[in-house]
């Protein structure tokens, strides 16, 4: 804690323990009068609004804001213990200062004013090579500086790597750990919204038909990476889907028949739940050259969404499990058993 906090705090301690002695004193003064007791009674006061200032700050350190209930536990204890109360609670509060040990904590304290500036390479696994799986081993450590090491490493992940385990580390029981990972995802979010800003800035300046189509299906794409990696959630992500399906719209406008724009233009309907419209882009894309079994589980997933299962099971018979996605093998051996 600066110097100059603790030294304002002592003067107003020093102040309060004054106006508690002052207010004593007239109190017991020979020649009462109710001014005297009026006076009184406002020092008292004073001094005790000051205490419940002060104690809250020093009995948790480092905290901005305390809340109002503890504000009120001190002014009341000070209030309704005339002098008593503001000495004992002095002299308590310097015995748990001087017996009570820093946390552990407290040295996770990072600077993260600047965390959309850092390097993609953090630099903290001594150059060695980093998979997520090995960070989800470091993320599981009772030790909070091996957690905080594990976020931290997510910079040298893909994203699509890096954000599952960032959203976990957004329940850590370590502020520093949350606040780290919070940080991370919102500059990969600001990283993607600052690329579609000016993509879009490119598309009102560029008159050629091939470069609008490119744009349309970067920012279209720019879009889908929001909702898909999961760095939008709720409307959000509704939103940025929306956006997503105007500008691969946009793009077909340019070039109908490019089987990329198409196979987008399926998923992103796929996502806003729009099975049919979806299952017919799909259908397109094999047409324009999108091989069928590359397409096996996205028409698996609308046969599920749409409960016709017994044609998600001949779908899922159909795909090979070792080209399948990893998370997609349970599902694909679930759905291949017999009967």
């Known amino acids: 804690m600066p110097i100059f906090i603790i030294l304002s705090k002592l003067i107003l301690l020093g102040m309060a323990v004054g106006l508690e002695i002052y207010g004593l004193q007239l109190f017991f003064s020979p020649s009462i009068a109710e001014q005297n007791l009026i006076t009184a009674l406002f020092c008292h006061f004073i001094a005790s609004a000051v205490a419940a200032y002060i104690f809250p700050t020093v009995v948790v350190p480092g905290q901005a804001d305390t809340s109002l209930r503890a504000t009120l536990f001190f002014f009341v204890i000070v209030f309704y213990l005339p002098v008593l109360g503001l000495i004992g609670l002095i002299l308590a509060l310097s015995f ?21 500036d850092l390097p993609s390479d953090a630099g903290v696994t001594g150059g060695q090579p ?38 976990l580390a957004l329940a850590d029981s370590i502020d520093d750990i949350r606040l780290l990972a919070y940080a991370l995802l919102d500059r990969k979010e600001y990283r993607l919204s600052k690329h579609i800003e000016k ?22 794409n720019d879009y889908w990476e929001l909702a898909h990696l999961g760095l939008v959630q709720g409307e959000a992500k509704n939103h940025v889907l929306r956006m997503a399906y105007k500008y691969i719209e946009m793009g077909l406008g340019y070039s109908p028949q490019d089987s990329g724009l198409i196979f987008q ?59 399948a996605y990893p998370l997609l093998t349970t599902a694909a051996r679930f759905w291949q058993k017999e009967g």
């Open 265 to 323: 233009y399926a998923q992103i309907l796929l996502k806003l739940g729009k099975y049919q419209q979806a299952l017919e882009q799909f259908k397109k894309a094999e047409i324009f050259g999108i091989e069928c079994v590359g397409l096996l589980t996205y028409y698996a997933e609308i046969a599920f969404y749409t409960r016709h299962y017994h044609e998600v099971k001949q779908l899922m018979t159909g795909i090979e499990l070792p080209a």
């Open 130 to 167: 980093v998979n997520s799986h090995s960070l989800y081993d470091l993320y599981r450590s009772r030790n909070p500086e091996i957690r905080l090491q594990a976020v931290y490493a997510t910079l040298k992940l893909k994203d699509r790597d890096a954000i599952p385990l960032l959203r």
């Open 199 to 220: 993509s879009k800035q490119d598309l009102e300046n560029i008159e050629n038909p091939r470069k609008k189509k490119q744009l349309c299906r970067q920012i279209a």
């Open 96 to 116: 748990v200062g001087f017996s009570s040990k820093k946390p552990k904590s407290a040295n996770l304290c990072i600077n993260i004013n600047k965390i959309r």
